[in-house]
């Protein structure tokens, strides 16, 4: 089972041919089970340009698997321990939203489908898996 993280749906939705949007192409093809979790979904719809191609986005999207936090208050307390491990470690995440995502994935022990260099420095301090 995969997470696919925005910054490989934007990219697959956009047509960017790209090595993390050819791995989608390869789960879509063989039918491994995946989503998002709100988090992407809500960045993803943030992204759009005008309310028609959000209409359509959010109609896709809603069709998605959508993976949950286990809890959300201890859900975001772990998501903040990472944080904190990797400031120990001096490692920089420019997003927030990224250990909520790793969070989501950790939980529901999704590999993690992404193009988006915060994740490598994430999985410095925990067991994140990669697709």
């Not at 879509?28 to 759009?48: C, H, M, R």
């Not at 340009?49 to 936090?69: C, E, I, V």
């Not at 809890?71 to 400031?87: H, P, T, V």
């Not at 994740?119 to 925990?126: R, Y």
């Amino acid at each position: 089972m995969v997470l696919v993280d925005t910054s490989v749906l934007i990219a697959y939705l956009k047509g960017i041919e790209q090595r993390a949007t050819i791995k989608l192409q390869s789960i879509l093809d063989s039918g491994i089970p995946y989503g998002i979790n709100s988090f992407i979904y809500q960045e993803a719809l943030q992204g759009v340009q005008t309310r028609a191609a959000f209409q359509k986005l959010k109609a896709y999207l809603d069709t998605q698997t959508f993976y949950r936090l286990a809890d959300e208050r201890e859900s975001f307390a772990q998501a903040a321990q990472l944080y904190l491990e990797c400031r120990k470690k001096q490692i920089t995440v420019n997003s927030t939203i990224d250990f909520l995502i790793a969070q989501t994935a950790i939980e529901n022990h999704l590999a993690l489908l992404h193009h988006d260099r915060d994740f490598e420095k994430i999985a410095q301090v925990c067991d994140l898996k990669f697709f």
